[in-house]
């Protein structure tokens, strides 16, 4: 990569960095990306009903067509006296860049977009190039990814989440379970008179407990993790709680559904209702509403499901020589642990998908995030070798 390209890559990625752009306040950050890629040369530059934004670089024609996705928000600063350097400032220093979405994932995005620059310089590309910038990720894994794909019309998808370089041929997906106990009130005088929803969500859990996490080679395990609990009314004084209400977060492996993941929930519930006439309870699925700064707004239901490649298959097998050839050999074959929009493009569409980023995944929502210079000028390259094999 030459020194000048270089400088306009890190240059880019600063300013992004730079660009506060927490879930549903992404417009200065589309804003931005917008004149970059029109200046940088793409041929189209579009930004659709949820706010995306999407670049286009044409290729010759009879190739294949390949989206590389990355998503633009990032989650909100918690504490910023915990941080040694601004947030927002995009500070460079000992070769790194330092700031809120380095790596998670402005730093991926901005490798994207300077290498489908480059290869519209190249005019190498036998098929067309996409660039995605999708909103809301953070909050809803896969949701804004739709539109983009129904616009692209991808056969190939690339996401950019991070993975040190590796390539990445699956996720597990993930499912927001939320259960609630139901009680009678009382004065917590004579509780006697009441049912007390917290004992009853306690009874609950001690069995849900006791649930087997399912397991896979590649994926690793189908966790099952207690997130959150509250009782109704809150605060309770002198109440024998009404409702109590728990979210579980649970990791999914692929081939699971809805109805297999709430199976053994309802077997409980059934169990234990026949066992307590006064036991009452129920769970779902949760949904969160959206509502992403161009005014789109609707309702994601947070089962994403879990993808996996053929480790073995040519896809992999081609993509994996490309990043070898350029000097990646230390590259190998891996697996998110988190969720990415590839929930959508594969885990849904069943389009090819692969991960590959700059970066660790446990860069990702911690103080004093950062980005290695070195691995974002790297991932340029492997973004470019990338996008040249598969729309051969």
Known sequence: ??????????????????????????????????????????????????????????????????????????????????????????????????????????????????????????????????????????????????????????????????????LNVGQRGRAQIVLNTYGVPAHSANPHKGVNAVLQMMVLLEEINKIASPLCPYLGRGELVLTDIISSPYPGASVIPEVCKVTFDRRLLTGETKKSVLKPFLQLIDRLTNENSYFKADVKIDTIPINTYAKHKGIHESFVPAWLLDRSSELVRNSLDALKRIGLTDSEIGTYSFCTNGSRSAGIRNIPTLGFGPSLEHQAHVVDEYIEIDQLTKACSGYMALAKVLTA
């Not at 590309?125 to 129904?150: C, I, N, R």
């Open 1 to 166: 990569m030459q020194n000048r390209d270089k400088e306009l890559l890190i240059d880019l990625c600063t300013k992004m960095i730079q660009t506060p752009s927490m879930s549903g306040r992404e417009k200065d950050l589309v804003n931005l990306l917008k004149r970059e890629m029109v200046s940088l040369g793409f041929d189209s530059v579009n930004v659709d009903c949820m706010g995306n934004i999407v670049g286009k670089i044409e290729g010759k024609k009879g190739g294949k067509t390949v989206l590389m996705d990355g998503h633009l928000d990032t989650v909100p600063i918690a504490n910023r006296s915990s941080w040694s350097v601004e947030p927002f400032g995009g500070e460079i220093k000992e070769g790194k860049i330092y700031g809120r979405g380095a790596s998670d994932m402005k730093g991926a995005l901005a490798a994207m977009i300077y290498a489908a620059s480059l290869l519209k310089k190249e005019g190498s590309l036998k098929g067309d190039l996409y660039v995605s910038g999708t909103v809301y990720e953070e909050l809803a894994e896969g949701y804004s990814l739709e539109p983009v794909l129904e616009a692209t019309n991808p056969n190939i998808v690339i996401i950019g989440e991070a993975t040190n370089l590796n």
